[in-house]
């Protein structure tokens, strides 16, 4: 059945698949279309080409004959690091077909194991789960290495999402598919993430939604700073990838509405840019300063967290994993106070949240002695190099 009706292949932009914005374009398509397939492309697909940098998807779908039909048979999803044409438009691998090894015969093949795990009518996702795997493409040895590195970075840094994305292939069932926001990108329903949809679906936690003040959970300021003023500014290039705040450059207003003047114990995270969901918390040293557009502060509703566990939670790996999941776009991914609200927290009762910051800033010590001395073997190991040369 779920084979019978019209074809629709389109390339879309991504955001199409994963934006708040279009949510109810995609359960249309669920309640008209029986979704084969969604292949991810990289940014660089369409530079040589085009010269855009956007981030697009390919989707296979067959109409339905009748749209009360829910679909049963898993969905195909994969990305294509490598599409024949590099940025430079000099011909390179292409793992979307004619190479043997693509993510065309790879979709066949599961076409194949769909058709072969029916008894008459049933579809058996059992007997299909042994017909086929998910599996990668290119050079196996390599990609497995790199995925080694992936599984051990993805639980510390959200850069290492990015990684990500070698070319490789994955099936999911509909009944097992991210729901909330119905989304149908690759990343969004990836097995690698199977671990922090089983967190956030666990009973010991609760929304951040519960504990933020909604009268001070907003963006910031829309403006252009300048090195001189009477109120120091915060933006994103503020925030650093350790979840501190580095107030280097300088940068100030003129004046600011006292509406968005950070205080001691908000939050800052980063929206967008290379410290996307970042946070860090504002010390005594900041309070009364303005921030950026790109930021969102909150401050919490409760006495039952420390702000500053909340802080570093969202800059763990079970914070930073939601990040992943959560941020959404094309030509730039972003964060929205949406997502923010759908954090998920674990339930820690405080003097627990006390112990777990002491070994927090026990940690953080030691980690700035052993920079300190880091910097201090360079710089002695350039003067004894500068000496050496010096002598001759």
Known sequence: MEWRGGKVLIILDEAILNTDNFKDFRKTIKQEFFIKSVISLTKDTFIPVSGTPTKTSILYAIRKEDRNVTQKEPMFFAHAAKVG????????????????????????????????????????????SKLFKAGTIGDAEKVEKRRRRVNHDLRASAEAYQRLFDSNYYYITPSKMESKRNR???????????????????ENVIPLEKIID???????????????????FLNVQHLTLEGRILFNPRTFLKECSPKKRLAKDDILIARTGHTLGKAAIITKEYDGFAFGSFCIRFSLNTEEYIPEFIAQFVNSPHGQAQIMLLKAGSGKNNINLDHIRDIMIPVVDKPRQERILEKYHDSLKTLTQLEAKEQKLKEQLHNQLTKELMSR
Not at 214 to 232: C, D, H, M, N, V
């Open 184 to 202: 149908l990108d690759y990343a969004a329903n990836h097995p690698m993430f199977a671990w922090i949809r089983s967190f956030r679906d666990s």
């Open 214 to 232: 909604p009268e001070r959970f907003s963006y910031g300021l829309s403006q252009s700073a300048s090195q001189t003023g009477k109120i120091g």
């Open 85 to 128: 044409l590099n940025t430079k438009r000099k011909v390179c691998e292409n793992h979307l077909f004619n190479s043997g090894n693509d993510l065309l015969s790879k979709f066949m093949e599961f076409k194949e194991a769909i058709l072969a795990s029916y008894d008459r009518l049933t579809f058996s996702e059992t007997k299909f």
